[in-house]
């Protein structure tokens, strides 16, 4: 699983869902980085759901952020809820995760091919395009 995430790759979707429901922890906790790692919007609901009743420390942080690097609708709100009930001790951890969860969300909402609708801009534009 450890390759998987470090492939960036998401045609490891079906190996990374089947170890996200593995039984064995250190299986389930390799799926749930490699989803946030490459990315795999896919996991969101599930990773989502992982959280409902999980009570293993390091399972919960490792889906949170997880969620963080995937972001999208939900997640916010989980995660938190998920700090709002957690240890003090762990509100740096928290405060990281939504960091990296507002760097995803404005990475989501940058779009490399928005067109500048400025009509000033579109005329100078045209205007170098002519000299050539």
Known sequence: MIAIGRSNNPDW???VIEGI???NDLVRLEAIQAAGNINLEIT???LLELLEGMNDQEIIKATCW???QIGGE???DRIEEIHAFLDPEEDQ???EVLENLNLTEEMASFDLLDINTDPDLS???DLINLEE
């Open 13 to 15: 979707e079906e190996e």
């Open 66 to 68: 997880s969620l963080s």
């Open 123 to 125: 005329e100078e534009v």
């Open 74 to 76: 939900g997640v916010r």
């Open 21 to 23: 429901h593995h039984d």
């Open 93 to 95: 951890f928290m405060d």
């Open 44 to 46: 969101r609901s599930l």
